[in-house]
């Protein structure tokens, strides 16, 4: 079962623009992290944000979270043609422990 | 740096094989997991292991088996392979030290069935 959803699915930018994602949750959570996906590579842990916790950052990824509206952002600062990457929101929730992911935001950064 | 290593990048296997697909972490993590991903559909769990010879049921374990014999490996098995297993499949562990601690996963296993 899908609990995150990001949007958008596709996000296309010039460098040094900044790039917002959104994921939104349907049930409670522990924990909510974000990570990226290079093109055919396996997942790479960015940040992570607890319940109880509003906002983080991390260099130039900044998080939000909103647990009554059961959603978060991740904002990238500055980007960079690196980032070019899908971000992937997963929410760890209290009842099982799993960690379930979305479908991701496909982020292209244009030099 | 935690390594999760995939024992291969690309695998052709034909309908009705049996296919082993291996995962090896080099930081003494209890926890593995199987995931596959498509497109769409994003990362969905097969199997997780929380401990050695234990196993336990994600979300899409149909036509699917696990291995823990070592805390350091935990295999996938397809017992008889079928072309909607045509996926790129990511393992990946974590300590249990802290519910809140990280996967670390593999560079994935893009397996073709035909």
């Known amino acids: 079962s899908q609990q995150g959803e990001e949007d958008p699915q596709a996000l296309s930018i010039q460098e040094g623009e900044n790039a917002t994602m959104n994921c939104s949750y349907k049930?409670?959570?522990?924990?909510l992290q974000w990570y990226r996906q290079n093109s055919g590579r396996g997942l790479v842990h960015l940040i992570l944000?607890?319940?109880?916790?509003r906002e983080k950052h991390s260099g130039r990824l900044r998080v939000t979270l909103d647990t009554s509206k059961k959603s978060s952002s991740l904002l990238i600062t500055a980007s960079r043609a690196a980032d070019t990457a899908s971000y992937f929101c997963?929410?760890?929730?209290?009842?099982?422990?799993?960690?379930?992911f979305g479908k991701g935001t496909l982020l292209t950064v244009n030099p | 740096d935690v390594k999760v290593t995939q024992s291969s990048r690309y695998l052709v296997k034909r309908t009705g094989e049996k296919v082993f697909l291996e995962c090896v972490q080099d930081?003494?993590?209890?926890?593995m997991f199987w995931y596959r991903q498509d497109p769409g559909l994003g990362l969905r769990l097969i199997y997780f292991?929380?401990?050695?010879?234990?196993?336990e049921k994600g979300d899409i374990p149909e036509g699917y088996s696990v291995s823990r014999e070592k805390k350091e490996r935990f295999s996938l098995i397809l017992e008889s392979a079928s072309t909607n297993q045509t996926s790129m499949y990511l393992c990946?562990?974590?300590?249990?030290?802290?519910?809140?601690?990280?996967?670390?996963f593999g560079n994935g296993t893009r397996l073709t069935v035909t």
């Open positions: 990946a562990s974590s300590s249990p030290a802290d519910r809140n601690s990280p996967l670390h």
């Open positions: 049930t409670s959570i522990n924990n």
């Open positions: 944000i607890r319940s109880n916790e």
């Open positions: 997963a929410t760890l929730t209290p009842s099982n422990y799993k960690l379930t």
């Open positions: 930081m003494d993590h209890e926890n």
């Open positions: 292991s929380y401990d050695v010879k234990m196993k």
